[in-house]
């Protein structure tokens, strides 16, 4: 079946620094990744839709300036928070959709997810 | 718009008991509709799917058929077990253009000896 990955599981930093995190599709190729937050008891909150090539798409409410979203292949997509504040602690996941008739288009496959802290 | 909702959690069963997790959606056309499941610390799994009315979804003992009259995906499974413990999301997706998921709020499931 379709894998995505995320790195790091977990990550621990001080107010101030920026934390990227990436998101690979390992066998399959990626038009679209898409980009949640989650907090806790809570369901997915969609922050972004970033394409291949292209500026991501943020939701409403999402600050672009803090949230940088590179999606530099068919199989990666980073996220990097920038300057980090113990408010944006939480649990970011992404996903990913397949792309062609490779596999199955209408279906996204989500990563482990992040956990990060900041202090 | 599009919305996904889904009964209040938590569910408290015990091993081997029915499970049913109601869902009901409101979405233009004809979308795609997901369970998917989260385990404590995990990220979710896609659990089952259906891609058009009447179809059919089925993966480790869990079933959920799209009604399109009723706007319905509920999840059922006939006799839990204590791994199934978790968070269920339905969610749906709109075929074509954006792609975006519109999740439930989620129902978490406890599953006891």
């Known amino acids: 079946g379709a894998v995505v990955s995320q790195h790091p599981s977990r990550v621990i930093c001080k107010s101030g620094t920026s934390v990227k995190i990436e998101c690979r599709s390992l066998d399959f190729q990626a038009t679209t990744m898409f980009w949640y937050r989650q907090f806790p008891k809570q369901s997915l909150m969609l922050m972004a839709t970033?394409?291949?090539?292209?500026?991501?798409?943020?939701e409403q409410g999402v600050e672009k300036d803090k949230f940088l979203i590179n999606h530099a292949s068919l199989t990666l997509s980073t996220l990097t928070v920038t300057s980090a504040h113990p408010e944006d602690s939480s649990f970011y996941i992404c996903?990913?959709?397949?792309?062609?008739?490779?596999?199955?288009?209408?279906?996204?496959?989500f990563g482990p997810g992040t956990r990060l802290t900041v202090l | 718009g599009n919305s996904v909702t889904q009964m209040e959690g938590p569910v408290t069963l015990s091993e081997e008991a029915f499970l049913t997790i109601n869902c009901t959606y409101t979405a233009t056309g004809y979308p795609s509709l997901f369970w998917y499941v989260q385990y404590p610390g995990e990220g979710l799994q896609l659990l089952l799917k259906a891609t058009k009315a009447d179809d059919k979804g089925s993966n480790k003992g869990f079933e959920a058929t799209y009604r399109k009259e009723t706007t319905s995906f509920h999840l059922e499974k006939g006799s839990v077990q204590v791994s199934d413990s978790a968070v269920y999301f339905c969610a749906l997706i709109h075929s074509g253009g954006y792609q975006k998921v519109t999740f439930g709020t989620g129902t978490k499931l406890q599953v006891i000896p």
């Open positions: 970033s394409n291949e090539g292209s500026k991501a798409t943020y």
């Open positions: 996903s990913a959709r397949a792309l062609g008739t490779s596999g199955d288009t209408d279906t996204q496959y």
